[in-house]
Each structure stands twice: as C-alpha cells, then as structure tokens.
C-alpha cells in the first residue's frame, strides 16, 4: 500500500515518522555519554544492574545517607539501631519484613533530593520510563534480625499479563553490605521477560535465585517486572537502605494520603534549589495533551 491508497482514518501522530520530539536522541545519548550501555543492557537481558559506589557519588555521600537514617529512626522509636550488634529478633515487621520504614525521609535533608536527582540513576530510569516519569516513593528503610524472609514478586502494579516494557522501576541505595546473611535482595535473572508475576508456588521457590553480593554505597536498579524479593537478615545489626521507586507518568503515587502525595508536599523552596526535573518528577509538572500524544508513540517521552 503506498501513501496515496492508505486510508487517512488514523491518529494522525502515526502517519508519518514517529516524531518524539528528539526523545530518544536525547535519552540514548545520554546513557552513552555517560558510559552506562552494559548497566542498561544487563536491566534489559536479567532486569537488574548495580551501580559501583564510583558510579554514584563522591566518598562520603552515602556514609552521610546512612547516618541521618539512622538519626531519623531514632527520633521515631527512641533509639538509635546499631549497625553491627543487636542478635534480637527486631520489634519492627513491615510486608518487606523486619525493618523500620521511614516514609517521610525527602523531608528531612537536601541529601535526599540530591540522591533522587543523581545523575546516572536518573539516565537509567530514564531509559526505562521515558522524561515524563514520576518518582512515586522514596522510603528509608533500617531492617534487622528475624525470620521473615520476602517471597519473590514484581514491582509492576498492573495485573498479567505485564507490558512488556517497564512501567515501573527501583532504584536502592545500599547503605550497608548486602548479601544473603545481611537480608539482601535476590533476583530470578531475565524473569522481566515473562511478562507476569509469579504464581504463590512459583513465589517461595528459591532455589535457583541469584543473590548480589555488593559493598555499602552501591545502588542496585531493577526493572518493575523482574520477579525479586528478600532473604530474612541473620546477622547482628541492620541493613540500611533507600528505596526509591519510579514509574511511567500515569501511574499514580504510592504514597498513603495520610503522608501526602508528593505533588501536594513538595516545597517552592525544594522546587527552586533543584533542577527544573525535579518537579516533573514530583508530579508537579505534567505537560499538556500534546505532551500526551507524542508519549503514545515513544518509549523515551
Ligand atoms: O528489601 C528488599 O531487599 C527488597 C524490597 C523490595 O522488594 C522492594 O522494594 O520492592
Ligand atoms: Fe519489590
């Protein structure tokens, strides 16, 4: 069929080359112009990729992360968690098992901003999520001894089967050591491809999981369908994480309105000290419908 005799009764964003407004130059360009290719093919073939602390921030950064965690924990429950004692089952249990989950944290300290905007974080998920994406929850988490372990699951909130593109992604700052003793996260390497969540049976099977074996001050990045979860902590002391979770732009916050969305919370004063991505990524600027419309033809918008 050539151009004459196709019928002209579709959208007509489709008709002609895909125009994204240079979205996939810009976004492409940029994981190359930081070097980041083989942390965004390995998020393509097994669904996840660490970040070295080299890759993240100067030294320091991430120590200073972990303490004011650690300052903010104690102002919740009145003490301080230890970082390498403490054998006692913690007090604390969450659906991600035994931790203490401080929801509020990108209040406390302009660290915090200036984790969610780093650089080759923000690249990688962009190349997951397109521009438009949403930083839909940043958690501390502190998570000590006990028996729970967290079955694997994917972070996609849509039912199967998935898109198979990512919708959603987590970025997690390893603040401490992680491996299978310290309560690390494992994965199914390439299980993003099955397009699904794992069935109950499917979810506690174990066996042929993989565990990262990564240094404080890493970050580990994961695609939302890779099925994933969470060996229980059988060491003293605590893993100290940030979980920051991303997602396409009409997916809706994971914030409790008890806590507020950050569109509502975030401050003019956050919004002028950061670049102007950073209110696109707090649901605060959203485009208009022509924005939308070349969104439906591109991964990268
Ligand atoms: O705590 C972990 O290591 C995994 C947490 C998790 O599955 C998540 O944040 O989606
Ligand atoms: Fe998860």
Same mark, same amino acid.
């Given at each position: 069929?050539?151009? $004459? ?53 100067? @030294?320091?950064? =991430? ?48 660290? +915090? *901003? ?20 949403? $930083? ?50 494992? +994965? ?24 990262? *074996? ?29 979980? =920051?979770?991303? @997602? ?29 991505? +950073? ?23």
């Amino acid at each position: 069929m050539n151009e $004459m005799t196709r019928p002209m009764v579709c959208n007509p964003v489709i008709l002609g080359p895909v125009d994204d407004r240079g979205a996939a130059a810009r976004v492409l360009g940029r994981i190359a112009e930081l070097g980041l290719q083989k942390n965004a093919w390995e998020i393509d073939t097994f669904g996840y990729t660490v970040l070295t602390p080299d890759q993240v921030a100067p @030294a320091g950064f =991430t120590d200073g992360l972990r303490d004011h965690i650690l300052d903010e924990a104690a102002k919740v429950s009145g003490e301080r968690p230890s970082l390498d004692s403490g054998t006692q089952d913690s007090p604390f249990l969450t659906f991600l098992g035994r931790t203490q989950f401080l929801p509020e944290i990108l209040f406390t300290d302009r660290a +915090f *901003e200036q984790a969610m905007m780093n650089d080759n974080i923000l690249a990688l998920v962009t190349y997951m999520l397109g521009e438009s994406c949403l $930083m839909t929850a940043m958690n501390a988490v502190v998570k000590g001894p006990g028996p729970e372990y967290l079955p694997l699951h994917v972070d996609t909130p849509e039912p199967s089967p998935l898109p198979p593109y990512a919708t959603t992604a987590n970025v997690t700052w390893l603040l401490t050591d992680y491996d299978k003793a310290n309560g690390g996260t494992f +994965f199914l390497p390439g299980s993003n491809r099955w397009y699904r969540a794992p069935m109950y049976p499917e979810s506690i099977d174990l066996e042929p999981v993989v565990t990262p *074996e990564v240094p404080a001050g890493s970050v580990l990045i994961w695609h939302g369908n890779v099925w994933h979860g969470a060996w229980p902590r059988t060491t003293p002391g605590v893993r100290v994480s940030l979980l =920051t979770y991303f @997602a396409r732009y009409y997916i809706r916050d994971q914030r409790d309105d008890a806590v507020g969305h950050y569109s509502e919370r975030v401050t003019d004063e956050m919004l002028a000290r950061n670049p102007e991505r +950073f209110a696109v990524l707090a649901g605060k600027k959203r485009g208009d419908v022509c924005d939308e419309q070349h969104r439906r033809t591109s991964m990268f918008a």
